[in-house]
């Protein structure tokens, strides 16, 4: 079944971001683009060559008005040991999302229930909460933040030029296609 459309759940979790504890909302999301980035859990291989590279794109990602969200199954304190540990997980600015109870992983339909841990899933929210566009990989399979960046961007433009679709390996200011009615036909 698709998530596509699907509108996120209602959640409040606690949250490490800037040496700090602090809660976030669903409220907190709408309005806005966001990424939830779900990863298994803090301490591991592939997680943080992820999280770093999320980091690194971080302010092209604010640039295009998208907040990231990093999601494991671990607590805030968690994050915070796990910041506190690396220099790697130190270069993350972004809202690292604690979801131990599993409401982000279940709402998000990316919850392992066997390992208790999230699938390494990428999401798309749009700024009244709905689901655009998710990527859902195995787990020893990392992510590259440029393709996610650019599919932001591509679904921002979709959504304000309705006509008009995005190729594939679209840019920003690249050209894009506008569906002919007269092609209908010929399906």
Not at 72 to 98: E, F, G, N, R
Not at 99 to 124: C, H, K, N, Q, Y
Request: glycine share 8%.
């Amino acid at each position: 079944m698709s998530l596509i459309g699907k509108e996120i759940v209602d959640f409040t979790v606690q949250a490490y971001q800037g040496n700090e504890f602090r809660e976030v909302k669903k409220g907190d999301v709408l309005g806005k683009w966001s990424v939830f980035f779900f990863y298994p859990a803090d301490f591991t291989f592939v997680c943080p060559t992820e999280l770093e590279d999320l980091a690194n794109k971080y302010e092209d990602f604010k640039k295009a008005g998208c907040e990231i969200y990093s999601v494991s199954c671990d607590t805030h304190y968690v994050h915070k040991a796990w910041h506190d540990a690396s220099k790697t997980i130190q270069k993350i600015q972004y809202p690292m999302l604690a979801d131990p109870t599993g409401v982000l992983a279940r709402g998000f339909d990316v919850m392992i229930e066997e390992d208790g841990v999230a699938e390494r899933g990428s999401f798309i929210v749009n700024p009244e909460g709905k689901i655009v566009a998710y990527e859902v990989t195995a787990g020893n399979v990392g992510r590259n933040a440029d393709e996610l960046l650019r599919r932001v961007q591509a679904s921002q433009f979709v959504a304000e030029h309705g006509d008009e679709v995005c190729p594939a390996k679209w840019q920003p200011g690249a050209d894009t296609l506008k569906p002919s009615l007269d092609l209908v036909g010929l399906l």
